[in-house]
């Protein structure tokens, strides 16, 4: 079947087309500025077409979808000749709530609960929702799939998840740890599995979700059962622009010698913290820190080593967590690219018996074992695909 995934945010929208009979991707591409200038870039990976940007007004989202839906019918660069061919929607909502502990068809109760979710991610839940509306009006026939951010993490336990302060809070507004990355995580650790031919319920897995965005989860038997995001993004991990976990009093404290809103310390710890912020603004791209680190830069060292330790912190909680690990899985941009990164991290987790090969640890773009055969713990490469992940579920729902 071939499943149209959408990836809608406020000012953009990423969509590919995948055959999940034969997980080949068919068309991907992107709209940007959506009602600004706007821009839309689409390949046709089916016949092995050129990527092609043109610089088009997109007032709205429904333009956006239009646009996307004549470039996959398009005569000359298209990959189907009807709209009937495409069998199922899948959409990637940021937050489930507590309401959605898996992908679910979407239906006017769906819609109605995700928009009552928006409150816990007023950026990205009102976005997803115009994505959805936009496609229903022009395929209004074609099954959709709302699949989730944190859906995966819901199998957490009450411990895991809750914060130490007055109960209440969780009971009249659902303050609690979420967890996002949802589905790269269950994809990632579902991958490991597979790719060491043991049983998902059989292992004690700890994911490694190292982008601009960063999260580790554990996940156990097939369950996550903690993870590193909490009720927003901003928490866990030292991230690109991100703080991660910092002690909340500093907020009063650098109000009071800033004279700062709330809302512009949140800007601060979103925008101008992680390791950017630590670099003195050198870099959030791990390319560059990487580079001057070698030649010593100190804001990249500071930056660098802070990072690979607040991972391996995770890891060492998460072990305990799971009461042991047999395999630990990097992804994403970083987890995927970066040699370095692992080779940080992994050098602290030397108590683990954990040892990397280098040459296997330089390799890029497939599920590898970076560890030796004598690790006593696996630790593996594994290339997300959020987007399959979604074609995946899509499919299961619709078929
Ligand atoms: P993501 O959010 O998963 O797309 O990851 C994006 C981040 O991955 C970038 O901001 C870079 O920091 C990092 N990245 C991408 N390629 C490399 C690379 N070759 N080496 C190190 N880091 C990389």
């Given at each position: ?5 959408i990836n809608?945010g406020?000012?953009?929208?990423k969509?590919q087309?995948?055959?999940t ?10 709209c940007?500025r959506i009602?600004l200038?706007?821009s839309f870039?689409?390949q046709n990976?089916?016949?092995?077409g050129d ?8 007032p ?9 839906l ?10 189907i ?9 899948g959409h990637r909502?940021?937050h489930?709530g507590?309401?959605?502990t ?6 006017d109760?769906?819609i ?7 409150e816990?991610a007023?950026l ?5 929702l115009?994505?959805?509306a ?10 959709m799939v709302?699949v989730f951010d944190t859906a ?5 336990p009450e411990e895991?998840?809750i914060?130490?302060i ?6 009249e507004?659902?303050?609690?740890r979420y967890?996002?990355?949802g ?7 579902k991958?490991?599995?597979?790719f ?8 004690k897995?700890?994911v490694?979700h190292l ?11 097939g ?7 909490g009720m927003?993004?901003l ?17 009063e404290f650098?109000s009071?010698k800033?004279?700062m809103?709330?809302e ?8 101008e913290?992680?390791?950017?912020g630590?670099?003195?603004?050198l870099s ?5 820190l990487e580079?001057?680190?070698?030649s010593?830069?100190e804001?990249?060292?500071?930056a660098?080593n802070?990072f690979?330790?607040?991972v391996?912190k995770f ?9 042991g ?8 941009g970083i ?6 990164v692992?080779?940080k991290?992994c ?13 296997q640890n330089?390799?890029r773009g497939?599920?590898?074992?970076i560890?030796?055969?004598?690790s006593r713990v696996?630790?593996?490469v594994i290339?997300t695909?959020e ?5 995946r579920e899509t499919?299961?729902l619709?078929?």
């Amino acid at each position: 079947m071939n499943i149209l995934v959408i990836n809608c945010g406020s000012s953009s929208l990423k969509f590919q087309v995948i055959d999940t009979d034969t997980e080949q991707l068919l068309a991907k591409g992107l709209c940007e500025r959506i009602g600004l200038d706007g821009s839309f870039t689409y390949q046709n990976k089916k016949d092995g077409g050129d990527k092609k940007t043109v610089q088009t007004p997109i007032p709205d989202h429904r333009e956006a979808i239009r646009l996307v839906l004549d470039a996959l019918t398009d005569a000359q660069s298209g990959i189907i000749s009807s709209l009937d061919e495409i069998g199922a929607v899948g959409h990637r909502v940021v937050h489930g709530g507590e309401k959605f502990t898996q992908s679910v068809v979407i239906d006017d109760s769906v819609i109605e609960a995700i928009r009552e979710c928006a409150e816990l991610a007023p950026l990205h839940n009102p976005a997803n929702l115009t994505g959805i509306a936009a496609c229903r009006a022009l395929m209004p026939h074609t099954p959709m799939v709302a699949v989730f951010d944190t859906a995966f993490h819901q199998t957490m336990p009450e411990e895991a998840y809750i914060y130490a302060i007055p109960y209440r809070y969780y009971n009249e507004y659902k303050i609690r740890r979420y967890g996002f990355h949802g589905t790269s995580h269950s994809f990632v650790s579902k991958e490991a599995a597979r790719f060491l031919g043991q049983p998902y319920e059989s292992l004690k897995t700890i994911v490694c979700h190292l982008g601009n965005g960063a999260s580790v989860s554990a996940v156990k038997y097939g369950k996550c059962i903690d993870t590193s995001m909490g009720m927003t993004p901003l928490d866990g991990l030292i991230m690109g622009t991100r703080s991660g976990s910092i002690d909340p009093a500093i907020m009063e404290f650098i109000s009071h010698k800033e004279y700062m809103t709330v809302e512009g310390i949140m800007r601060i710890l979103n925008k101008e913290s992680g390791v950017w912020g630590l670099s003195n603004g050198l870099s959030s791209d791990f390319r560059d820190l990487e580079t001057a680190y070698e030649s010593e830069n100190e804001n990249a060292v500071r930056a660098l080593n802070a990072f690979c330790y607040s991972v391996a912190k995770f890891i060492g909680s998460y072990t305990a967590a799971l009461n042991g690990v047999d395999a630990i899985c990097f992804t994403a941009g970083i987890g995927e690219n970066s040699s370095f990164v692992r080779a940080k991290v992994c050098s602290y987790l030397g108590y683990l018996g954990i040892a990397i090969d280098e040459t296997q640890n330089s390799k890029r773009g497939e599920d590898t074992v970076i560890s030796t055969p004598e690790s006593r713990v696996k630790v593996l490469v594994i290339p997300t695909n959020e987007e399959l992940a979604i074609a995946r579920e899509t499919y299961a729902l619709c078929r």
